[in-house]
């Protein structure tokens, strides 16, 4: 089970019950775990950014080369 789902079993029962404090405790594992996976995102778009980032200077690269050196292709 995940923490957000956890959360929102938590937030319930504290609604159910009128625990205030359990609802609350559950609310917060919500944001807590939202919070957890937007890290995790932004640590995946960072990779792919930095993936495409090499791909591109190894492109270009290989144009220079292909084109001849600094000179080109007089």
Do not use: F, H, I, P
């Not at 950014?49 to 220079?64: C, F, H, Y």
Request: proline share 0%; aromatic share 2%; charged share 50%.
């Amino acid at each position: 089970m995940s923490e957000k789902a956890k959360g929102k079993a938590k937030e319930a029962y504290g609604a159910v019950t009128g625990d205030e404090g359990k609802k609350a405790e559950g609310q917060a594992q919500q944001r807590k775990a939202s919070a957890r996976e937007e890290r995790e995102q932004q640590k995946r778009t960072r990779a792919e950014q930095d993936k495409a980032d090499r791909a591109e200077k190894s492109r270009d690269k290989q144009r220079r080369k292909d084109k001849g050196g600094l000179l080109g292709n007089l």
